[in-house]
């Protein structure tokens, strides 16, 4: 059984690593990143519309969110199920932030005010954009994703037994956190040049690459199902 190392924080990765058995490997939990939240205040005001990208900007948001009165555009259907379940109604859930612009350009032609829940380390595509259209944008930092001490003892331990036989990689900071924890744990070269190396994106395999990964596959597209299709293809 193909042993396969998960780098998620660790409520991700233990929802991976059930999908991981269902399949028949056996996964391996290396949690490189914790999710916390910032406690960071949500202003007492009026917008013309809130906006989030995850699921975990409404899950870390403090009791403030309760005074929102919306409308809410949200990325995704489980930020939409997360604001649900705190009580609050969705205007509209786009698939990805591409489709979330073009919602919020048919919607909002006029410079508007908006409340963005984001986390802390994040891509600026959104606020790019409502900066290109005049619009203004208070930002509130729900969560931050805090990089691991160490790489949890079984992880490094299988590792140095060299008895990783996949990793899978989410994004391109965790990539990059994980192989500095490996390196200070010791991990044998084969790391790099026996194991499979998946990445969720070309943003992540240009990272792995960079470390000098011999074996790096891309994911067909963005999503865990396309990441895990090409860990069976493999």
């Given at each position: 059984m193909?042993?396969v190392?998960?780098?998620?924080?660790?409520?991700?990765?233990?929802?991976?690593?059930?999908?991981l058995?269902?399949?028949?490997f056996a996964p391996l939990?290396a949690?490189?990143l914790?999710i916390v939240?910032?406690g960071?205040?949500?202003?007492?005001?009026n917008?013309?519309?809130?906006?989030?990208?995850?699921?975990?900007?409404?899950?870390?948001?403090g009791?403030?969110?309760a005074?929102l009165?919306g409308?809410?555009f949200?990325?995704?259907a489980?930020?939409a199920?997360?604001?649900?379940?705190r009580g609050?109604?969705?205007?509209?859930?786009a698939?990805?932030?591409?489709?979330?612009?073009?919602?919020?350009l048919?919607r909002?032609a006029?410079?508007s005010?908006?409340?963005?829940?984001a986390?802390?380390d994040r891509?600026d595509e959104l606020e790019?954009?409502?900066?290109?259209?005049g619009?203004?944008a208070t930002?509130v930092?729900?969560?931050?994703?805090?990089?691991?001490?160490?790489?949890?003892?079984?992880?490094?331990?299988a590792l140095?037994a060299?008895?990783?036989?996949?990793?899978?990689h989410y994004?391109?900071?965790?990539?990059?956190?994980?192989?500095a924890?490996?390196d200070?744990a010791?991990a044998?070269?084969t790391l790099?040049a026996?194991?499979?190396?998946?990445?969720l994106?070309?943003?992540v395999?240009?990272?792995l690459?960079?470390?000098?990964c011999a074996?790096?596959r891309v994911?067909a597209a963005?999503?865990q199902a396309s990441?895990?299709?090409?860990l069976?293809a493999?």
């Amino acid at each position: 059984m193909r042993r396969v190392l998960v780098t998620r924080a660790r409520e991700d990765a233990l929802r991976t690593a059930e999908e991981l058995r269902r399949r028949g490997f056996a996964p391996l939990i290396a949690p490189v990143l914790e999710i916390v939240a910032t406690g960071a205040p949500i202003p007492a005001e009026n917008f013309d519309a809130i906006l989030a990208t995850s699921a975990r900007a409404i899950r870390y948001a403090g009791e403030g969110l309760a005074a929102l009165r919306g409308p809410f555009f949200v990325v995704g259907a489980k930020t939409a199920q997360a604001l649900a379940a705190r009580g609050a109604r969705v205007e509209a859930s786009a698939p990805d932030v591409a489709a979330l612009t073009e919602l919020l350009l048919s919607r909002f032609a006029a410079p508007s005010h908006f409340l963005y829940l984001a986390g802390r380390d994040r891509k600026d595509e959104l606020e790019s954009f409502l900066r290109s259209r005049g619009h203004a944008a208070t930002i509130v930092e729900t969560y931050e994703a805090r990089a691991a001490d160490a790489l949890g003892e079984e992880a490094a331990a299988a590792l140095a037994a060299e008895e990783v036989d996949a990793a899978l990689h989410y994004s391109a900071r965790s990539a990059s956190i994980f192989f500095a924890l490996a390196d200070a744990a010791g991990a044998p070269e084969t790391l790099r040049a026996r194991v499979a190396h998946h990445a969720l994106s070309e943003d992540v395999a240009r990272v792995l690459r960079a470390a000098g990964c011999a074996h790096v596959r891309v994911a067909a597209a963005p999503d865990q199902a396309s990441l895990l299709a090409a860990l069976e293809a493999q």
